[in-house]
């Protein structure tokens, strides 16, 4: 998907060889996580014989072991098949996708996660390799995607059906794990609460991230709509070839000012994931009938670890409106959280399947920034906190070989090399990214001194949680 | 359009006797008034001979005098023909519009309209009598209906062309009065901030109400919308042969219970006129992605005068939304008041060309509760006011022959006989109003026994006005 992002992940693998070295979960990666992707169906299990599946089914799972900086999750590895309930399959997952809700969970600010010890993921594709009783419409073989309140950056997740999506023809694995949270969360806000229509006028925040580009990709589907998106200025080419109409470099400029230069009326529409004060600025650049969605609170983080200052800052600008207001105004403001709608799956499987159709009709397609192992799940959220990311990070639950460790950053990116004809255009965009990235690069080292320790705690760890 | 209301208005106008007889302004009822319909043209100023007609131009006008009662309202004469700027249209007033905020405004609670002395009135129909410079789209003899921010209480109005409308081929005087701000008003809250699909539900406060009434023809007009509607249970049989599939009594029911019963999960749509408690109700009352619109607070408007407990008390629990609340629980609030979205032409134009396209189609159609004299504004407030009619209330500017006042209650029943047809079925369900109306009329008595005295100032004032 995106090779061209190797030079920077290149960097990323070597400074992983000093941490994941230790962290070689030794019953991490028996056969069963080698089996081929299409093939793999419940007898993969069976490769050991003659011990029965529960005992010697094992997989690797990332757990959050406690609230804090990018180590609290860690991989470890499950024993024990699970058990499958009436209406729910087993999928053997082959890609993750990271969302901002997993950066706010790490630090204990998302409520949606139980507490630690929790396996994090709102999203995953992969293959079913079991079904339970009474699962019509799905069977043993489905390439899939899944949505879930969590529990997905594991190689087994057991989730009901209805949770499940079906891959369509050509869409790949990373893809696949990278539309469903993001997409659905662009589309809903979008078309639902935002009723978008043609020639209207849509800010979005952080165009540049993974709801963010689908937004700005199904605004692209409805005539004469204009798209003002944040992003910093290394992004804006890429932004603008997405279908950004105009970059703003919010890190330089006043966004608000941008704006009114060249839409003096304001917008219809504000994607708003940022909270605090700039969900005010958002509200007073709405038109009469403009509709603000707020869908998150990245105001609150700053740095690895809870930031109270951050927390406290953002509740103290919490926006909060009279209906006076609204009223005098003529503005809508919507609250979005996909994680919050769990019980909906009739509306969700609604949004899907026109999401899945557009995709279809070559209308929208997911664009991955980068793959990553699981093992280097810290650094991709870093990547992605810090904002380098242009488009969706994924991990992928292919293991990591030595010889990657040492000299390739991941396998994945191989694979997807014939994908980098459609690509070309991008490739030269993500240069200034990864320029910034290699910066970044630095400054991970820091936190990465602490890490040997640390894979000790992880074995342990691992080893209680086979009980 | 309402000649079923017959007796109740029958008592109305023998009330009228003896409220309206010292109001006989004698220089108002010039043959001006009485100019046909259809024929009246700007020369119709001209049948006075030799006099200029600046002079001789006179009109009468309702006119707010002051903050207050019922009474605050008074029928003036005005002299000297309106000027018209370019992009303007005179219009010959044949019938008023009256709308909640009318009501809020005689109370001094609706910021939208000048401090008086001044002619309410957001909506009107009548006929093109000028046009003004750069005025293309509209011609001398042109029946229109007419959206302005105040001022149309009159039988002469100068407008900007882009306000008026041409009224479609069958439609009454009295139904293109009574179109504008309650079918734009349902129109753009359901669809603009509502997005209504098939499937959903919407609950309709005052569903007996002009916008109650729009919203319900307008919902019905998507596939399987089911509409639960407040009303007494007098006006039961009516709203639901209009549409509305859950009739609910909340005079002696509580409505979230009632809705609950059979709605569990909540609402798609809540549209709410009547702000505080009532909107901290609706809010808990949404579905995840319900949008709850809010559109006046008629829970201020108690009695006849401002009465500042209920409108501390509609202050103090006055909603007000936190961002977060809205995230988790996916919900949108909207605020929404035509009258202040005049600098909107565009959107409002678009709106209203779907109406009428849906009244050509014969979907919609305005509901007359009843129509009144200028001379029986305060009558027909009280009505309104007190949750007394069934539909849109309406004034003619048709002048009350004396023989009228003593046997008939209006012509303009008269001219709508021929439409009775059509709403036969309705006949029967107003009984149960009128019933309503007759005890209402007693209580009518107290306030009129002022009028008389007040009647005086009313000429002095009209004096005034005529400089």
Redesign the interface.
């Known amino acids: 998907m995106s090779g061209e992002d190797a030079p920077a992940q290149q960097q990323n693998a070597v400074d992983q060889k000093q941490e994941t070295k230790p962290a070689e979960e030794p019953k991490a990666e028996p056969p069963k996580t080698e089996s081929p992707p299409a093939a793999a169906t419940a007898d993969a299990a069976a490769t050991t014989e003659k011990v029965p599946e529960e005992e010697t089914f094992t997989y690797r799972a990332l757990v959050l072991t406690g609230y804090g900086g990018y180590d609290k999750v860690k991989l470890q590895v499950k024993k024990g098949k699970p058990a499958l309930k009436a209406g729910e399959v087993l999928v053997r997952v082959k890609a993750c996708g990271l969302n901002f809700a997993d950066l706010m969970a790490r630090q204990g600010l998302y409520d949606r996660l139980p507490s630690p010890p929790v396996t994090p993921g709102m999203e995953c594709s992969g293959v079913v390799e079991a079904v339970g009783e009474e699962v019509t419409d799905r069977k043993v073989g489905d390439k899939v995607m899944v949505l879930n309140r969590f529990g997905l950056w594991q190689e087994v997740a057991v989730v009901p059906a209805s949770h499940t999506f079906l891959i369509p023809e050509g869409m790949s694995f990373e893809e696949a794990a990278a539309l469903p949270v993001n997409y659905i969360t662009a589309y ?1 806000m979008l078309f ?2 935002g ?1 978008l229509r043609p020639n209207q006028s849509v800010l979005i925040h952080a165009a540049a991230g993974g709801v963010g580009i689908a937004a700005t990709q199904l605004c692209k589907t409805v005539k004469d709509v204009t798209v003002f998106g944040t992003a910093s200025a290394s992004k804006h080419e890429t932004i603008t070839e997405g279908g950004v109409t105009h970059p703003i470099d919010y890190r330089t400029k006043d966004y608000v000012e941008e704006v009114r230069k060249i839409s003096p009326k304001g917008m219809d529409i504000i994607l708003d994931p940022l ?1 605090g004060s700039d ?1 005010h600025k958002a509200y007073n650049l709405l038109k ?2 403009g ?1 603000l969605i ?4 990245a105001n609150m983080l700053a740095g690895q670890k809870k930031n109270l200052l951050a927390v406290a800052k953002n509740w103290y600008h ?20 996909l994680g ?2 769990d ?2 799956m009739e ?1 969700i499987t609604e949004a899907m399947n026109t999401i899945l159709d557009l995709y279809k009709a070559g209308k929208v397609k997911p664009r991955i920034d980068s793959t990553w192992h699981l093992e280097q799940v810290g650094d991709a959220m870093r990547k992605m906190q810090e904002r380098n990311n242009i488009g969706k990070m994924i991990l992928t639950t292919e293991p990591m070989p030595e010889e990657e460790k040492k000299e390739e950053p991941k396998k994945e990116e191989k694979k997807d090399d014939k994908k980098k004809d459609d690509k070309k255009k991008d490739d030269k965009k993500k240069d200034d990214a990864k320029k910034e990235e290699k910066k970044d690069d630095k400054k991970k080292e820091e936190p990465k001194k602490e890490e040997p320790k640390k894979e000790e705690e992880k074995k342990e760890e691992a080893k209680k949680e086979e009980k």
Not at 319 to 337: D, P
């Open positions: 809903m639902d609460f009723n909270g969900t009469p009938m509709k707020t869908y998150g609170a919490q926006f909060s409106i009279h209906t006076l207001s609204l009223i005098q105004g003529n503005k809508s403001v919507c609250g979005f959280h919050y709608l019980g909906e509306l």
